[in-house]
């Protein structure tokens, strides 16, 4: 991996009582023995129904119609969002650790925070350092 390049590790739906998304964990090389995982979405464009009525693209029936594409980037709508193809860290609390070896307790202990399977992220991260 060459420095600042990301790669998908995994990948769960998370929802919440109005919407359901996808979330990535993401594996980005920093610098010489440096890396970091993070947990990334697809960006949030705005809440559909504001932004069809701000851009005048609710029809005569009520109905939102949602472009496939703002801005030059690729839409969709989900609940009542529209989410970007773009990938952006995820908001909260420890939402990335940075580490020098996919054993290191740092790992484990942020996997186990976040709910993601360190079993599986460790292989798949040793994968990345074995030569």
């Not at 559909?48 to 949602?66: F, P, S």
């Amino acid at each position: 991996m060459k420095i600042g390049e990301t790669k998908i590790v995994d990948e769960r739906e998370t929802e919440n009582m109005h919407d359901a998304w996808s979330e990535y964990l993401v594996f980005e090389k920093l610098k010489d023995g440096q890396f970091k995982l993070d947990i990334r979405r697809n960006e949030v464009v705005g809440e559909a129904y504001d932004y069809c009525q701000e851009n005048d693209l609710i029809g005569n029936d009520g109905k939102l119609n949602v472009p496939s594409q703002i801005e030059g980037q690729n839409v969709y709508l989900s609940g009542s969002v529209i989410y970007g193809e773009n990938l952006v860290q995820d908001w909260g609390e420890n939402q990335e650790v940075v580490f020098t070896s996919p054993t290191q307790g740092d790992v484990v202990d942020w996997c186990n925070w976040h709910k993601w399977d360190h079993d599986n992220v460790i292989k798949a991260l040793a994968e990345e350092f074995s030569p």
